[in-house]
Each structure stands twice: as structure tokens, then as C-alpha cells.
């Protein structure tokens, strides 16, 4: 009895559910975490429970489905399809599916052979209102590379699941400060080649209708590479006659 | 003789009268949605994206009384851009109706073709 208190106790305090997700208690959808910047994933797992948050409008993000009579893994499982309810509110292209606006929408997964439904959940999108850059301001050496995540936040200031899809540009300082690859997710990467002569710049970032702009502040700039009109060469040999 | 007479066309006169058929039609067990859309035997508002899904069930009645029927029960849209429908897979006797996007449409449960209830629909985009 102890025990069984004890798992109910454990239950409820960690929302775990050994219960189907469909709402029809066929099956099992998942979620799934493929590496990209996504709040919904922790580092390292290949699939999750559904999110209790709501997903940002603009992401994407990934989906499978269990039926209950299958011996298969989450992912193994065939013969269903994933369809979105309404296409005004979500397209799919397999199990990836893309948000358009918000609202709550129905995903089902529809048998392939004979189109019947074996089971369907709700999720809900919410258009991001802000953005959290972490870090807020980046340092980095010349010469150094940082990392730059995103967090997408509703007009209730709640944490929006999915992965972001941005737009990145150096908007200040771009001589010395560049963008590794071109980044579209909701993470980048910054470097500050050693030879830039930038100290500062600015990272604009926008998806959907939200932005935010991160400082950097490039530190190891010797005066000459940063623009000073002194000769970092003759400063350090004691001047143009020494 | 007219005693049996008077049975025998006592019971044509009943079945000529209209006195079987489709009784009414329920829809049950409609599962719960995340928002204010709703759908009842009376007709239905839902918003755009929104499932549910139940059991429609037929009774017929004759002069034996009402009977629930089991089989030959279907359930159509007269619209698939606004509201769809589908079985649920595997003999069970629910189906799913969905809402795909703006517009009226009727959600008809039927008894070997024939209409037992038709449900006025109306969905629209959420706020």
C-alpha cells in the first residue's frame, strides 16, 4: 500500500502518464528530438513526452505515433500518417510538421490502407511575443567562437516549444564579427576572426514578428586591429623612432 | 375466421401508417476539446483545427416497440472542406469529425442510407 502510494505520489509529481497520449486510448504519440535547439528536448534523448507548453507559431518540429497493438518501437511504427486537422493552422511533410497560426489542432493518425483514424491529440500554438537570447551578451576573443540560443516566450511570458525558425545577421560590426554557416534554427554561432580589428558588434535576430539584438564585445583586439590611430606596432616598440 | 381477419389488417393498418422506423439518433460519448467548440445532437460550433470524436447510435421503433440498431450505422459531411469525417479504425463504432476550415456544413448519422439525424455545423477560425 506504502508503495503504491509512493508511485502515485511519484505520478503525480512528475505529470508521468503510463496512460495513451491519443485521446481515443489507442495509441502513443511522441515527440520527437533530433539534436535541434528545441526547449521541449533535453540534451542527449531522441523522443519525449508530448509538451505541456504551448508550441511557437513559425517552428516545426516532429511527431510519431504507437498504436497500442504494436510490438514496434515509437519510431518503428507503420502504416499511420500524421495528418493535421485544418491546414490553416499546420502543414505535414511525413512526420514534421509546420505551425501557421494559433489555435489548438487536432493531429491524427490516419491508417494509410483505409484512411480510418486510429487515434488523435490537441496541441496548441501561440505566436511568439518575445525572444531571450542566452547568453544576453556575448564576449568572446578574437580569434574565439561563441554559441547563441534562443527562448521563445508567448505574450504570457510562457516558454514556447518547437524549433525556431530565424533569421540571423550581423547588423553591426561586421568586418569582424561573422556567423558560422548560415544559421536558421534557434541557436548560431558567432566568431571573431583574430585579425578582425572589431571590439563590438551587434547579432539581430528575428523569428516570426519578435527580434532581439545581442552586444558583442570581442576582447584580444590589439589597438591597431581595433582601429586605434595609434600603430599597435610602434606603441608596443615605443614609437615610430624607437 | 374474422377474428383473424380483423388481427391480419389491424397489422397492415399499422404498417402502412408509418408506425416503424427511425426513431432518433445520439451522438455519444463526444470527447472532450481543448476549447469552447462544442457539438450535440442539436448541431455544432467548432473552431478551425479542432477534433472529436463519439458514437453515433440509431434506435427504430415498430409496433414491438424501440430497438437500438447496430449495424448499417454511417455517419457523412455534406461539406469536407469545412468538417470531415472518419471510422475509428478496427469495429469500433466511433468516428472522428473534424473541423478543416471556415464555412457550414451538415454532419449526418444514417441507418442503412437513410438519415436518422442531420446536424448543422458551423465552424469558424479561432480568435
Given at each position: 500500500m506504502?508503495?503504491?502510494?509512493?508511485?502515485?505520489?511519484?505520478?503525480?509529481?512528475?505529470?508521468?502518464?503510463?496512460?495513451?497520449?491519443?485521446?481515443?486510448?489507442?495509441?502513443?504519440?511522441?515527440?520527437?528530438?533530433?539534436?535541434?535547439?528545441?526547449?521541449?528536448?533535453?540534451?542527449?534523448?531522441?523522443?519525449?513526452?508530448?509538451?505541456?507548453?504551448?508550441?511557437?507559431?513559425?517552428?516545426?518540429?516532429?511527431?510519431?505515433?504507437?498504436?497500442?497493438?504494436?510490438?514496434?518501437?515509437?519510431?518503428?511504427?507503420?502504416?499511420?500518417?500524421?495528418?493535421?486537422?485544418?491546414?490553416?493552422?499546420?502543414?505535414?511533410?511525413?512526420?514534421?510538421?509546420?505551425?501557421?497560426?494559433?489555435?489548438?489542432?487536432?493531429?491524427?493518425?490516419?491508417?494509410?490502407?483505409?484512411?480510418?483514424?486510429?487515434?488523435?491529440?490537441?496541441?496548441?500554438?501561440?505566436?511568439?511575443?518575445?525572444?531571450?537570447?542566452?547568453?544576453?551578451?556575448v564576449t568572446l576573443r578574437a580569434g574565439g567562437q561563441e554559441s547563441i540560443g534562443l527562448e521563445a516566450r508567448d505574450d504570457l511570458d510562457a516558454t514556447l516549444a518547437g524549433r525556431l525558425r530565424c533569421q540571423w545577421e550581423i547588423t553591426e560590426g561586421a568586418s569582424g564579427i561573422a556567423l558560422v554557416g548560415a544559421p536558421t534554427g534557434g541557436s548560431a554561432s558567432i566568431t571573431a576572426p583574430a585579425q578582425g580589428g572589431v571590439t563590438a558588434g551587434t547579432v539581430h535576430v528575428a523569428c516570426g514578428a519578435a527580434s532581439v539584438d545581442v552586444a558583442v564585445t570581442v576582447t584580444g583586439v590589439s589597438p591597431a586591429d581595433a582601429g586605434s590611430p595609434i600603430d599597435a606596432s610602434q606603441a608596443l616598440d615605443g614609437g615610430p623612432n624607437g | 375466421m374474422a377474428r383473424s381477419l380483423l388481427i391480419a389488417s389491424s397489422l397492415v393498418a399499422l404498417l402502412a401508417c408509418g408506425c416503424s422506423g427511425i426513431d432518433h439518433a445520439t451522438l455519444d460519448g463526444v470527447t472532450t476539446m481543448p476549447d469552447d467548440s462544442t457539438l450535440t445532437t442539436g448541431g455544432g460550433q467548432l473552431n478551425t483545427g479542432i477534433a472529436t470524436a463519439f458514437q453515433p447510435r440509431v434506435w427504430t421503433h415498430n409496433i414491438w416497440g424501440t430497438h437500438e440498431q447496430t449495424d448499417g450505422i454511417d455517419v457523412q459531411t455534406s461539406n469536407a472542406d469545412v468538417v470531415r469525417v472518419a471510422h475509428v479504425t478496427d469495429d469500433d463504432k466511433r468516428v472522428v469529425v473534424w473541423a478543416v476550415g471556415p464555412g457550414q456544413a451538415r454532419v449526418s448519422i444514417t441507418l442503412d442510407g437513410e438519415t436518422a439525424l442531420s446536424l448543422p455545423v458551423a465552424v469558424t477560425d479561432p480568435p
Open positions: 506504502a508503495t503504491a502510494a509512493a508511485v502515485g505520489a511519484m505520478t503525480l509529481a512528475c505529470g508521468c502518464s503510463s496512460h495513451p497520449t491519443g485521446v481515443l486510448g489507442n495509441g502513443e504519440f511522441r515527440y520527437l528530438c533530433d539534436g535541434d535547439s528545441d526547449t521541449a528536448c533535453t540534451s542527449g534523448e531522441t523522443d519525449t513526452d508530448l509538451p505541456s507548453a504551448a508550441i511557437a507559431v513559425g517552428s516545426t518540429f516532429q511527431m510519431a505515433y504507437e498504436p497500442n497493438s504494436s510490438a514496434g518501437s515509437i519510431q518503428g511504427a507503420t502504416g499511420y500518417e500524421i495528418i493535421a486537422a485544418s491546414p490553416r493552422l499546420a502543414t505535414t511533410s511525413g512526420d514534421t510538421i509546420a505551425t501557421l497560426r494559433e489555435g489548438f489542432v487536432a493531429l491524427l493518425a490516419r491508417h494509410v490502407g483505409n484512411s480510418t483514424i486510429d487515434d488523435f491529440v490537441h496541441l496548441q500554438f501561440r505566436s511568439i511575443r518575445t525572444l531571450i537570447a542566452s547568453p544576453p551578451t | -
